[in-house]
């Protein structure tokens, strides 16, 4: 069983501060990795994806991919009340296959 | 305006009743996705379609069926031999192996 593992939180971050999520995940045939938000109540939305080692960079977001490691991460820098939500790491079946197997989540709560 | 529309958005289901979800995009997206979630729980696969009359099941397909008879529709019916269909249903889109992009969800409660 493909496994994607995320510490369920609530992880608490003052504003301002950078907000670090992690993942892990089993399959070492997986070749994309993607990071969504969801608020509650609400769907999942994109916030970043990366394929290579190394890191990604839109925005506020930085994506860190180690796959010797097997571990991916998000950082959120400058963090905003608005970045409060649950986020959801995503990895696929590797070689092509379009399947995501989702990790359960952390909840990131930003504080004023 | 291109995206992914579900339907409804609330929907109650009596003991012993199937009822169908509703997924439709216009975004040209081949491969079509059902997800479950449950409260605190992340996604769990139920079917999903790489191209028009061929579907796989995923992690957790008892209990559910799916039609994929046209490229922009994929819905979900939720059968009678679902003992606990209580949850957030979520559909989404592919271009291939790329990335899913999701429907606003459809939650469903049983009476």
């Known amino acids: 069983q493909k496994e994607v593992e995320q510490n369920s939180g609530p992880l608490s971050v003052p504003e301002g501060a950078i907000a670090s999520l992690n993942c892990t995940y089993s399959?070492?045939?997986?070749?994309?990795f993607f990071w969504y938000r969801q608020y509650s109540g609400k769907s999942p939305e994109l916030i970043m994806s990366?394929?290579?080692?190394g890191d990604k960079e839109d925005g506020r977001f930085t994506a860190q991919l180690n796959k010797a490691s097997q571990y991916v991460s998000l950082l959120i820098r400058d963090s905003q009340p608005s970045d409060s939500a649950t986020y959801l790491c995503?990895?696929?079946?590797?070689?092509?296959?379009?399947?995501?197997?989702f990790g359960t989540g952390t909840r990131l709560t930003i504080i004023p | 305006d291109g995206g992914i529309t579900q339907s409804p958005k609330y929907l109650f289901r009596k003991e012993g009743q199937n009822v169908t979800l509703s997924c439709e995009q216009n975004?040209?997206?081949?491969?079509m996705y059902w997800y479950r979630q449950d409260p605190g729980q992340g996604l769990r696969l139920i079917y999903y379609?790489?191209?028009?009359?061929?579907?796989q099941k995923g992690d957790i397909a008892e209990g559910y069926s799916v039609s994929r008879e046209k490229k922009e529709s994929f819905p979900l019916t939720v059968t009678s031999a679902q003992k606990n269909p209580t949850a957030f249903y979520l559909c989404?889109?592919?271009?291939?192996?790329?990335?899913?992009?999701f429907g606003p969800g459809t939650r469903l409660t049983v009476l």
């Open positions: 989404a889109s592919s271009i291939g192996a790329g990335t899913q992009y």
């Open positions: 399959d070492r045939g997986s070749q994309s």
């Open positions: 990366i394929y290579s080692n």
């Open positions: 995503a990895v696929d079946s590797g070689f092509g296959n379009e399947k995501l197997t």
């Open positions: 975004l040209n997206h081949d491969a």
């Open positions: 379609s790489q191209i028009v009359n061929d579907f």
